[in-house]
């Protein structure tokens, strides 16, 4: 039995409730402490992020700018600092640490504390992600200038709401209620990638299930107090667990979910269900919400959702029960195509009917593009084709730090395009090629302009069902039979090699050549084996 107080940290909220209950339940087995690779990537690149925020922002020397981050292993000094910061009005606290709030079974370290006009502090968090979108309403602070009252509305962009971030924001500020420091309004920061971004937690935003109405619109405030309270209920009963015929059961089953792929729990958790089990096989396709819904309308395994009619599971209990999902016809579409590949054995298969044709031409150029955690440019990868001969052709400056280092990189590239023979034909997969290119002009014209460029993606969605998504990776691997050198390719790898490549790795810079090229030619590889398709 885990004895103590009972807090959960500012990730429990927003992650899976079986892994809450595998922490506090001693009868689960501890999982290895090795880090899966996956999860430890993810953990290099948010740190490396933080650290490059933070060195620009104590760069800039700001009157009153506190930064406790070196306290972390003292838990009474870090939170002594903290007070005293707060008392003391400090206008921004980093890596401090809040009081335990033992009444609300919380503790937590926000990256930021912001402080309030009118007194009082905003939590804030670094994310090292994009926050900014198409839109009207994005509310943008600096780091000369974080404040809430200093922000800016934007007129041309929008700020995306990631409800996993504004539910860890809503946990700091229940923490700073608790301990009396919480400024007047209910707001939180996120400095993002591309952006410092101000979000209103009290503002309904996300659109969830509702007995009553089928949907309702919830804030992130919302979201929070009712993922919270029962991660408590969750902990409380598997901390009563001793391994005895008496022990309560617990209140979550494990469900297979994409967060799987890197929870830790998972070898002692998901993995043990049966091989049959539909969330295990097909961990990511479907939400837990879907599965529990799913399970309600009796399909538990693989095979009973392979043999389904989507469209009678829609309209019986299933249907109410995801109601709120906008793509809730397409999603279980989806799913049931996922389960007759996996019940078949099979990753890809060819649709039935006719397929659109793939454009040819005498010269033919696919192109590829790898950008960096600062969202530049470094390399413009081209596999230009010429009488069944493929030459590649790269445009490559990993230490690319400005807007006019990458738009001399990106004209390189664009001026071989437009010194091409008239004809030619440019293929990408999905947009980034296209859209990035378009930011630097004078593009070149006739059939290598941009917009004139062919994206291999929808020729191969109206060709092909998938259970592992339509990913170049997996299309090449599975339909083409392409393999990439690298036993691991993939764009977190290639943000760790530009790093270190950044840096002045001769290897990692070849690695990352090594990786554009593959993806070019598997672009090719993937155009001939749709060809010889149609």
Same mark, same amino acid.
């Given at each position: ?25 001693? &009868? ?41 981050s070196d306290l972390d292993g003292d838990k009474r000094g870090h939170l002594g600092a903290t007070i ?14 809040? $009081?335990?709030? &033992? ?119 919302? #979201? ?14 598997? #901390? ?166 990458e738009t001399e990189l990106a004209r390189r590239c664009l001026s071989r395009l437009g010194g091409l ?20 002009? $004078? ?62 790795? $001769? ?26 398709? &149609?």
């Amino acid at each position: 039995m885990i004895t103590g107080p009972l807090l959960l940290g500012g990730y429990a909220a927003k992650s899976c409730p079986r892994a809450v209950h595998n922490e506090h339940d001693a &009868t689960v087995p501890r999982p290895s402490a090795v880090v899966p690779a996956s999860l430890q990537q993810l953990f290099d690149l948010g740190v490396a992020f933080e650290a490059e925020v933070l060195a620009a922002w104590a760069a800039l020397d700001l009157p009153g700018y506190v930064d406790l981050s070196d306290l972390d292993g003292d838990k009474r000094g870090h939170l002594g600092a903290t007070i005293g910061a707060m008392r003391a009005g400090a206008p921004v606290i980093v890596g401090g640490r809040l $009081p335990d709030d &033992t009444g609300g079974h919380r503790t937590g370290k926000p990256d930021l504390l912001i402080r309030a006009a009118g007194g009082g502090y905003h939590p804030g968090d670094i994310k090292a992600h994009q926050v900014l979108t198409k839109g009207t309403d994005a509310l943008v602070a600096t780091l000369g200038e974080p404040a809430l009252a200093d922000a800016v509305r934007l007129a041309d962009t929008g700020a995306k709401a990631h409800e996993n971030d504004l539910i860890q924001l809503a946990h700091y500020w229940r923490m700073l209620e608790a301990c009396g420091h919480r400024a007047q309004s209910a707001w939180g920061a996120i400095l993002g990638t591309d952006g410092f971004i101000w979000y209103d937690l009290a503002l309904p935003r996300f659109i969830t299930f509702s007995r009553r109405l089928g949907k309702a619109k919830r804030s992130a405030l919302d #979201r929070y107090d009712h993922e919270h309270d029962f991660r408590v209920r969750i902990a409380t009963v598997a #901390r009563q667990r001793t391994g005895t015929p008496d022990d309560p059961a617990p209140l979550v089953a494990p469900i297979g979910q994409a967060e799987c792929t890197t929870c830790k729990w998972a070898p002692v958790c998901v993995d043990e269900l049966p091989s049959t089990d539909l969330s295990r096989e097909l961990r990511g396709t479907l939400s837990v919400r879907e599965y529990l819904a799913l399970q309600g309308s009796g399909i538990r395994t693989v095979a009973s959702l392979a043999a389904s009619d989507p469209a009678a599971v829609l309209a019986g209990p299933y249907g109410t029960e995801v109601a709120h999902l906008a793509q809730r016809r397409h999603r279980l579409q989806k799913a049931a195509i996922a389960a007759q590949l996996s019940r078949d054995g099979l990753v890809l298969r060819l649709k039935d009917g006719p397929r659109p044709p793939v454009p040819r031409a005498g010269v033919e150029v696919d192109i590829d593009v790898e950008w960096g955690e600062d969202d530049r440019v470094y390399l413009w990868g081209l596999l230009i084709t010429t009488g069944g001969t493929s030459r590649y052709e790269a445009f490559f400056d990993p230490s690319v730090d400005s807007a006019a280092a990458e738009t001399e990189l990106a004209r390189r590239c664009l001026s071989r395009l437009g010194g091409l023979p008239d004809g030619t034909l440019v293929f990408h997969y999905t947009s980034p090629e296209r859209v990035r290119a378009r930011r630097f002009r $004078p593009l070149p014209g006739g059939s290598v302009h941009p917009d004139r460029w062919i994206d291999v993606f929808p020729l191969v969605r109206a060709a092909v069902d998938s259970r592992a998504g339509l990913g170049l990776k997996t299309v090449a691997v599975h339909g083409a039979g392409f393999g990439w050198r690298d036993e691991d390719p993939g764009g977190r790898q290639s943000q760790e090699w530009h790093r270190a490549a950044r840096a002045g790795s $001769p290897s990692a810079a070849q690695r990352l050549l090594d990786y554009n090229e593959d993806d070019v030619r598997a672009t090719l590889a993937v155009r001939r084996w749709l060809t010889g398709l &149609t």
